[in-house]
Each structure stands twice: as C-alpha cells, then as structure tokens.
C-alpha cells in the first residue's frame, strides 16, 4: 500500500509506527498547534475572505499558530509558508506529517511496531498527514483513514 498527498486511496483505518525523524509532529511547547478541519480550505495573504489565496489545505494538515486576529488567525505551515485561515476551519489535534525525501520519489517505511525489525505494512510519501497517537523512544504510533 502507498499513500501520496495527492492521491489518498480509503483504507479504513490504519494504525501504524513511522519512526519520528521523518515526521513533522503537532508539539511543541511554546507554540500552539492546531489542524486544517474540511477540504480545500484556503490560506490567504490577509484576514479577508476576498483576500489573495495562497494555498488551499486537506483536512488534517498540521500549522502552527502566530497570531490571531477577530476571527482569523495567521499560521505557518511545516515548510513555514505563513498566512491566514478563518478559525472555523481549525480545530485542536495532534497530527504529524511526513517531511523526508522532499522532492523525491522515495517513500519512506510504514511498519507494524516499532522498529526496524517490525514488518513493513505500507508506504507514504512527502506531504501525507497521519493522527499522531503516542510517541514511543524515536517512533510515532499513528493512524490514517
């Protein structure tokens, strides 16, 4: 199984180990994160609806919090573009994001357990968002719908 940002195919739920060093995950403890919530929600040069949209966002992508404005609030994202979304399409959640092989065409392992002696049960590449679970030594539990 591979799982692209650009192509998610249903697979249920799918509770799964990805070691933490290839992933971007949700925490901090000086900053507030929160997640996209809806499809193509939109990140805007300024806090206006009509304001230029720079990148529109899936459900559950992860952003860091900079500020907030009335209803608004200015974010950054983990490849630190930074601007605004209305707060009715964030919520709290811990989520995590696969960061390695940018640009590349090289997936990284999706194992049962973890380790590097747990089985390989999927692939994901750059970009795709995982539920973070639990954080065990270096490994992140994670699952994805």
Same mark, same amino acid.
């Not at 507030?32 to 899936?58: C, F, N």
């Not at 900079?66 to 709290?92: A, T």
């Given at each position: 199984?591979?799982?692209?940002?650009?192509?998610?195919?249903?697979?249920?739920?799918?509770?799964?180990?990805?070691?933490?060093?290839?992933?971007?995950?949700?925490?901090?403890?000086?900053?507030?994160?929160?997640?996209?919530?809806?499809?193509?929600?939109?990140?805007?040069?300024?806090?206006?609806?009509?304001?230029?949209?720079?990148?529109?966002?899936?459900?559950?992508?992860?952003?860091?919090?900079?500020?907030?404005?009335?209803?608004? !609030?200015?974010?950054?994202?983990? $490849?630190?573009?930074?601007? *605004? #979304? /209305?707060? %009715?399409?964030?919520?709290?959640?811990?989520?995590?994001?696969?960061?390695?092989?940018?640009?590349?065409?090289?997936?990284?392992?999706?194992?049962?357990?973890?380790?590097?002696?747990?089985?390989?049960?999927?692939?994901?590449?750059?970009? !795709?968002?995982?539920?973070?679970? $639990?954080?065990?030594?270096? *490994? #992140? /539990?994670? %699952?994805?719908?």
């Amino acid at each position: 199984m591979i799982l692209s940002s650009f192509q998610m195919s249903k697979v249920g739920l799918l509770a799964i180990f990805l070691c933490a060093a290839v992933l971007s995950v949700a925490e901090s403890a000086h900053s507030e994160v929160l997640s996209v919530q809806g499809e193509k929600i939109s990140m805007r040069t300024d806090p206006d609806q009509k304001a230029k949209q720079i990148w529109e966002y899936g459900n559950g992508f992860p952003v860091e919090v900079l500020k907030r404005q009335g209803d608004w !609030v200015l974010v950054k994202d983990f $490849e630190n573009d930074s601007g *605004w #979304i /209305h707060k %009715s399409n964030l919520r709290k959640g811990k989520n995590a994001i696969v960061k390695a092989n940018a640009n590349r065409e090289k997936a990284i392992n999706i194992r049962t357990g973890p380790g590097t002696e747990t089985p390989i049960v999927a692939y994901a590449y750059y970009g !795709v968002v995982f539920a973070a679970q $639990e954080k065990k030594d270096s *490994w #992140i /539990h994670v %699952s994805h719908e």
